[in-house]
């Protein structure tokens, strides 16, 4: 028989020559894992730069469109629409809420949602000091990315000759999260 010396360097060699032939085998499937972590790394870097750079537009989205849940009821809808900045009146007693609708591009939600005002049915009259300043002030609405204005009927108050404008559709789009909730 056998020597016990000599079966453990035979065992030895054995497991040294099945070392030495899987040795190859071994280190591609490290240089695959290794190249496969790199390629992810890469990934994940470029993914990091897209994110930052969405930062700024975020942040002009944010600033472009007024929260839906500050919109919690008819004065705080008023209120963000500013008609006042504008230089405008409404008789806010009448102002109700007269449509909701989301807003789609493209048939695709955009995590935005219509909230239209009327002071008598789905109209808004508002009126102004003088006709320049009724100009002016519609000129400021039309220039929000916020409002979404229809159809305008110009007339004058038959009692006090104040120019009046009649705004079929007046609304205030805001930010909703993702369930389209406001």
């Known amino acids: ?13 054995a497991v040294a ?20 972590q790199i390629s992810a790394n890469l990934k994940l870097v470029e993914w990091k730069e897209a994110y930052h ?20 009821d008819i004065v705080s809808l008023y209120r963000l629409i500013d008609l006042e900045r ?19 591009v493209n048939d695709v939600q955009v995590g935005l949602q219509r909230l239209c005002v009327g002071s008598e049915g789905g109209v808004m009259i508002v009126s102004a000091g003088s006709i320049k ?14 409002i ?6 110009f007339n004058f108050d038959e009692e006090t000759s104040k120019p009046l404008i009649s705004i079929n559709g007046l609304c205030l789009k805001v930010r909703v999260d993702g369930e389209g909730e406001v």
């Open 17 to 36: 020559g099945a070392f030495i032939l899987l040795t190859p085998k071994s280190w591609s499937a490290l240089s695959e894992i290794q190249n496969r």
């Open 86 to 104: 504008h230089k405008l009146l409404a008789d806010v007693d009448k102002v109700g809420q007269s449509q909701s609708s989301e807003v789609l």
């Open 133 to 146: 300043e009724l100009r002016k002030g519609l000129r400021g609405l039309a220039g929000r990315h916020d």
């Open 53 to 72: 750079a969405l930062l700024p537009v975020n942040e002009r989205w944010n600033k472009a469109f007024p929260d839906g849940r500050e919109a919690k």
């Open 148 to 153: 979404d204005m229809g159809e305008m009927i």
């Open 1 to 13: 028989m056998l020597a016990n010396k000599t079966i453990s360097l035979i065992v030895g060699i």
